[in-house]
């Protein structure tokens, strides 16, 4: 019974976080926040998955931002995740249709838990029409000339909308602009996004190698925005038993808290950890892992989750 409570108050705190701001204002609302395979992952049947396959109501979605504009009645998704039918479900139920035109989907690279949703627009599945999808050079290139991507294109699924390095998209009252990170490229290349209000701005970094291969110093991202969500895929090393995690370069969580350890609090209250592994003990919001991660002013990206631009 104990377990049942604790599991309840983590899904609806899960839902209700949020920072109050004006009615109008627009906000992310966290739409999903583990590594691409989802939790639990697929043949993944050890004791830290098992939870998640018994009880429904603990399974996380992949790292996915719904980004809502109550004045210009917009709404867009970050992300096209395997998750996207349940997510852009979840994205209706906070922002329904009957008022908010879904007005683009913007994509960091092509890993399958960052793209493959898109096939749920085909005409097997929604047949939509026209949806606006935001990809830099060589990911438009890579969906425009593969299938089954192409397909959505042949029959005007999607409409690719070409991004440029450092080149902002102004999006009524937002403004949204990719920038390159290291990561591994093998089909497209990898970015992340600034993301701006009238009021606040975030970060959003789901993949990148480790922080010194960034040209941009980490701390100085973080001083830049009020809300940085990135990169945790691993809370330490050794967390995968018998691998060598030097061939998987995320940043550990581990290392991003001993990189950020001379900012002061609020700072540190930024970072927001997104992209866990099925194997990141932050999953378990009773682990130790996430109570320390917590007592050092750092936060834990939940599904539901609303900060205010």
């Given at each position: 019974m104990k377990t049942l409570i604790i599991i309840f108050t983590y899904v609806i705190s899960s839902i209700f976080i949020s920072i109050s701001a004006a009615e109008n204002d627009p906000y992310l609302y966290v739409l999903g926040v583990v590594q691409d395979a989802g939790y639990p992952q697929t043949a993944c049947y050890e004791k830290h998955c098992m939870p998640g396959w018994e009880n429904p109501l603990l399974r996380r979605?992949?790292?996915?931002?719904?980004?809502?504009?109550?004045?210009?009645n917009k709404k867009y998704i970050f992300e096209a995740t395997p998750n996207f039918?349940?997510?852009?479900?979840?994205?209706?139920?906070?922002?329904?249709?009957?008022?908010?035109?879904?007005?683009?989907?913007?994509?960091?690279?092509?890993?399958?838990?960052?793209?493959a949703g898109l096939m749920f627009l085909g005409h097997e599945a929604a047949g939509a029409s026209n949806i606006p999808v935001y990809a830099m050079p060589r990911?438009?290139?890579?969906?425009?000339?593969?299938?089954?991507?192409?397909?959505?294109?042949?029959?005007?699924?999607?409409?690719?909308?070409?991004?440029?390095?450092?080149?902002?998209?102004?999006?009524?009252?937002?403004?949204?602009t990719p920038f390159l990170v290291p990561h591994r490229d093998e089909y497209s290349e990898t970015v992340g996004y600034l993301i701006k209000g009238p009021n606040k701005s975030a970060l959003f970094i789901p993949d990148i190698n480790k922080w010194p291969q960034w040209q941009t110093k980490l701390v100085d991202a973080i001083k830049s925005v009020d809300y940085a969500f990135i990169d945790a895929t691993f809370y330490d090393d050794g967390e995968l038993p018998g691998r060598d995690?030097?061939?998987?370069?995320?940043p550990f969580v581990a290392e991003t808290m001993h990189e950020l350890?001379?900012?002061?609090?609020?700072?540190?209250?930024?970072?927001?950890?997104i992209h866990l592994n099925h194997t990141n003990p932050l999953l378990n919001p009773e682990s130790k892992e996430s109570k320390f991660v917590?007592?050092?002013?750092?936060?834990?990206s939940v599904e539901g989750l609303k900060l205010y631009l």
């Open positions: 979605g992949a790292a996915s931002l719904g980004l809502i504009d109550p004045s210009n039918p349940d997510q852009l479900y979840r994205l209706e139920q906070e922002a329904p249709s009957s008022k908010y035109t879904l007005n683009g989907i913007f994509l960091t690279h092509a890993h399958i838990g960052h793209y990911m438009k290139k890579y969906l425009a000339e593969n299938g089954p991507w192409s397909q959505l294109v042949k029959y005007k699924n999607i409409n690719l909308m070409p991004l440029q390095n450092n080149e902002p998209q102004i999006l009524g009252q937002l403004e949204v995690m030097s061939k998987i370069p995320h350890k001379l900012i002061d609090a609020t700072e540190k209250n930024k970072v927001w950890f917590k007592s050092q002013g750092f936060n834990i």
